[in-house]
């Protein structure tokens, strides 16, 4: 996920997995990254705090012990998560931490992962293309209030125009601010096809990205370094 002069692009493949018309983009990319030496990463901008339960479905890939990306519960031992955080890196140095608020507060509920299965289709070249991951963990996620399954929709079905997205990963306050800790989430709105492709032109393919951001600009991620 990339965000772009007011808008948000995402992989629609990974985008698509929405709770009715409350869709939550996933992270992957949208459970987004943190500071970390790897590869440039992003950062939720001036979203609000999100509440125990509230998103229960997210965590945090660590590698090397460091929060660095985001991922969704698909079940008790598989990760969704972007591609992008995880090439060129072994397993091994991979965990993910689940059913919390805030990363650095604790040690609990961490499970290394055992293995990872990239898209096949995934092209860095190509915006990005089909940028999603699949992380099978050594051991299973236990479940609760504060973990969840994500709900996924449909084959091949999209979020409308217009309908409202919830964005959400441990970022910065602002572009260039400093990283908060706490959990946070943002409201966005999903753009057409039309909307993306006009404001964005070549950059984008309705096959694989969709759009979302605010009228008024501001939220939504950032990328940098």
Not at 70 to 76: F, K, T
Not at 108 to 128: G, R
Request: hydrophobic fraction near 40%; glycine fraction near 8%; charged fraction near 15%.
């Amino acid at each position: 996920m990339y965000y772009i002069n007011g808008l948000l692009s995402n992989v629609r493949s990974v985008a698509t997995n929405f709770i009715m018309y409350q869709l939550i983009l996933l992270s992957v990319i949208a459970t987004v990254c943190l500071a970390s030496p790897l590869p440039d990463s992003g950062r939720v901008v001036n979203g609000t705090n999100a509440k125990e339960g509230e998103i229960p479905y997210i965590v945090s890939v660590r590698v090397n012990k460091t929060p660095f990306c985001g991922g969704s519960i698909l079940d008790r031992t598989h990760i969704l998560t972007a591609a992008h955080c995880v090439e060129n890196l072994p397993a091994d140095l991979i965990t993910i931490q689940y059913g919390i608020l805030r990363i650095y507060q604790t040690e609990e509920n961490i499970i290394q992962v055992k293995s990872m299965k990239m898209h096949e289709n995934y092209d860095p070249s190509d915006n990005y293309a089909n940028d999603i991951a699949v992380l099978t963990l050594a051991s299973p996620i236990t479940l609760g209030n504060s973990a969840q399954l994500i709900v996924l929709p449909k084959q091949n079905e999209a979020p409308p125009a217009g309908a409202t997205a919830v964005l959400a990963g441990w970022g910065r306050s602002a572009t260039g601010g400093s990283i908060i800790n706490h959990l946070q989430r943002v409201d966005l709105l999903v753009y057409s096809d039309a909307d993306c492709s006009k404001a964005h032109g070549s950059t984008v393919n309705a096959i694989h990205h969709l759009c979302g951001g605010v009228p008024e600009g501001g939220k939504g991620q950032c990328s940098v370094s």
